[in-house]
């Protein structure tokens, strides 16, 4: 239910810490894994973890944002792959600025990496996913500041609201061509993107609303983003925006 061998999977955001876990997960899975990003050095040391693991990975250059650098690493993925089976929008980045601080570079620069960079790669991606008949899992990262948004990180919750918009939105235009298109919500992992965020008594608050009273480590998403990806167990599942945040989402006082 849970073999996702001869599948090839892109991880885009594949080198950071949520998205190495997640690439690392369809890989032991069994399923080939193409680790896109900006920074071929790290992209490499994953695909190295990967296959010292007994995995299949390459790393392939691409900055999320731009177009035609995702239709290059399209056709890089299908040079080593021969398909698409599974696409994995990890790419993500985040500011504490105050709304009344905020100037307009830094929103384009966030709703870039965290909204377009879905829709980008979902066309360039999902085209191919579709084209090629025989279903897909496109499977986005989305956050519990997409709802109801999380104080201080303003355009982040706005990225993150369209993210789960564009993945029910996709969800039903991709499902007559048999590709789901779900949204994991993840809870708070130490990670790059949120290390400025993470103050101490932001540490306090987000225990106290995570029943768990804990953060999540990368590892548990693994479970989630093979069930997604894999054909059998969730053939039923689209438009889903599944948490995996030690309770937050069910807290109230
Ligand atoms: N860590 C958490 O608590 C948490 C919670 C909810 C959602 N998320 C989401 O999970 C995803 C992964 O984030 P993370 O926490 O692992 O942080 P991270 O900073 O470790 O990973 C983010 C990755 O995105 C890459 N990236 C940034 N801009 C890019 C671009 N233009 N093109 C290609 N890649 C680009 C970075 O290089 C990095 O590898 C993000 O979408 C984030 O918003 C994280």
Redesign the pocket.
């Known amino acids: 239910m849970f073999n996702l061998k001869n599948t090839v999977s892109v991880v885009?955001?594949?080198?950071?810490?949520?998205?190495?876990?997640m690439a690392a997960a369809l890989a032991e899975a069994g399923s080939k894994v193409a680790i896109?990003?900006?920074?071929m050095e790290?992209a490499g040391l994953v695909c190295g973890e990967i296959e010292r693991g007994g995995g299949s990975a390459i790393p392939v250059q691409?900055?999320?944002?731009?177009k035609e650098?995702l239709e290059s690493a399209l056709n890089k993925v299908l040079e080593w792959g021969g398909r698409i089976d599974t696409l994995v929008?990890?790419?993500?980045?985040?500011s504490p600025t105050p709304f009344f601080e905020l100037e307009m570079e830094e929103w384009d620069r966030i709703m870039?990496?965290?909204l377009k960079?879905v829709v980008l790669a979902s066309q360039v991606f999902g085209k191919r996913m579709i084209e090629q008949g025989g279903g897909g899992s496109i499977i986005?990262?989305?956050?519990?500041?997409s709802e109801p948004p999380l104080s201080r990180v303003f355009t982040?919750s706005a990225?993150?609201a369209g993210?789960n918009s564009v993945t029910q939105f996709l969800a039903r235009e991709f499902a007559p061509h048999h590709v789901r298109v779900n949204a994991?919500?993840?809870?708070?992992?130490?990670?790059?993107?949120?290390k400025k965020i993470l103050s101490p008594d932001r540490i306090e608050s987000i225990m106290r609303h995570t029943p768990m009273n804990r953060?999540?480590t990368?590892e548990e998403l693994k479970g989630t983003v093979v069930y997604l990806a894999s054909p059998k167990a969730s053939s039923f599942v689209t438009g889903a925006l599944l948490r995996v945040d030690g309770g937050f989402g069910a807290m109230t006082i």
Do not use: C, M
């Open positions: 885009i955001g594949g080198n950071g810490v949520l998205g190495s876990a896109v990003g900006r920074n790290k691409a900055d999320a944002t731009k650098e929008n990890a790419s993500g980045t985040n870039d990496v965290n960079s986005n990262i989305s956050s519990v500041s982040y990225s993150k993210v994991i919500i993840p809870g708070f992992f130490p990670a790059e993107q949120n953060f999540g990368p």
